[in-house]
């Protein structure tokens, strides 16, 4: 069954230093998103991602934030300054279609522990 | 005003017993709405998409939508202790952002 993979599982790091969070979405999928879940709170939306372009991103994704698609497979989030606040889970997802008509498929997820 | 709310629970209910999940949103011209498992530690997986008024069966689940009162519901029967996750409800709303908003979740226990 295709899936949506993420590494690095787990990756501690440094507040300040730069993290680069990657994902593999299921190959026929058109639409990714990183979504983030701080433990026990709820999922958070970061970022949509269609046709190699944002397509909408909340509140919490600013400057620091940025998405890439290198090449073909890859996804990944880029956070450019760590702060302690962004210690949580990052999830990707990727759905056939826009989420309002299909269903996102969630990776396992990175867990991000900045100190 | 919280854009879709869930009580967190825990819900605790006996093996073999009805669990009645429910979750409430802002956005009135909300169209489309999504039940997701977690299980502790793991990511969301995708359980009912519901659009319309009315009930949504599939196996043990029944999702339930009233766009007038603004709820939504999750009926899991014969519940088993399998099924002990936090269930996340989500809207895709019509205002704003189009992308997925989840609630917080409600912790369901299934009793053995």
Redesign the interface.
Known sequence: EPEVTQTPSHQVTQMGQEVILRCVPISNHLYF?W?RQILG?????LV?FYNNEIS?K?EIFDDQFSVERPDGSNFTLKIRSTKLEDSAMY?CASSEV????G???????SRLTVL | QKEVEQNSGPLSVPEGAIASLNCTYSDRGS??F?WYR?YSG?????IM?IYSNGDKEDGRFTAQLNKASQYVSLLIRDSQPSDSATY?CAV?MDTG?????????TRLQVQP
């Open positions: 998103y979504y709170q709820k999922v958070e939306f949509s909408e909340s999830f826009r989420s309002n008509t269903e996102l498929f969630f990776g396992e997820g | 169209q489309s999504f977690q793991k990511s969301p997986e995708l998409s996340l895709v952002r189009r992308a997925l908003t989840f609630g917080s979740g």
